[in-house]
């Protein structure tokens, strides 16, 4: 049975719930020095980034958290990954959907597990990146909260019904 290919809507949202997350972190200021928001966004960016390199069989070579200076720089990190994830999807790699990705990491559940792991698609991995960055969005707009911000809603049908626009990262690079 031949499954729907939703993985490219799942991505353009993707794109576009970042910029919106990272608009509202950027505006309030406490953020800036919470250390648990800092840690959950640099998480998004480097689980994106990790699956990002193992698509494109390039290495695993993610930034470590101490090369970022503070939040705008690990936003424009965000930013410049949407730059390569959209050159992913347009390049004839992206159409394997079906192509057997390995993940270095899942051995890891087989030490935990005592279980063998089977290998994921390239379909599969494009979800996993689209629902893995839906979970950490939710935490990070749990923590805007907390720290007194007003977090975007950033729903798949909020998304649909606002004609799915494109990832708006202008205030990024405002002076």
């Known amino acids: ?103 270095p990491w899942s051995k890891f559940l087989e030490r935990k597990t005592g279980k063998k792991v089977v290998t994921a698609t390239l379909r599969e991995t494009m979800f996993q990146v689209a629902l893995h960055s839906t979970y950490h969005r939710g935490q990070i707009n749990t923590r805007l909260r907390e720290l007194g911000g007003e977090p975007p809603s950033v729903d798949f049908i909020i998304w649909i019904w606002l004609n799915k626009p494109n990832a708006d990262w202008s205030y990024l690079f405002q002076p």
């Open 1 to 103: 049975m031949n499954e729907p290919d939703n993985t490219d809507a799942l991505l353009q949202h993707l794109k576009w719930a970042d910029a919106e997350v990272w608009k509202k972190v950027l505006a309030l200021n406490a953020p800036e020095k919470d250390e648990r928001i800092t840690k959950l966004l640099y998480h998004l960016h480097q689980v994106q980034y990790a699956f990002y390199f193992l698509w494109s069989g390039l290495p695993v070579e993610i930034a470590k958290p101490e090369s970022f200076t503070n939040l705008n720089s690990i936003a424009k990190w965000g930013f410049d990954y949407q730059n390569k994830l959209d050159e992913f999807l347009q390049s004839n790699k992206a159409d394997e959907k079906e192509k057997l990705i390995d993940i």
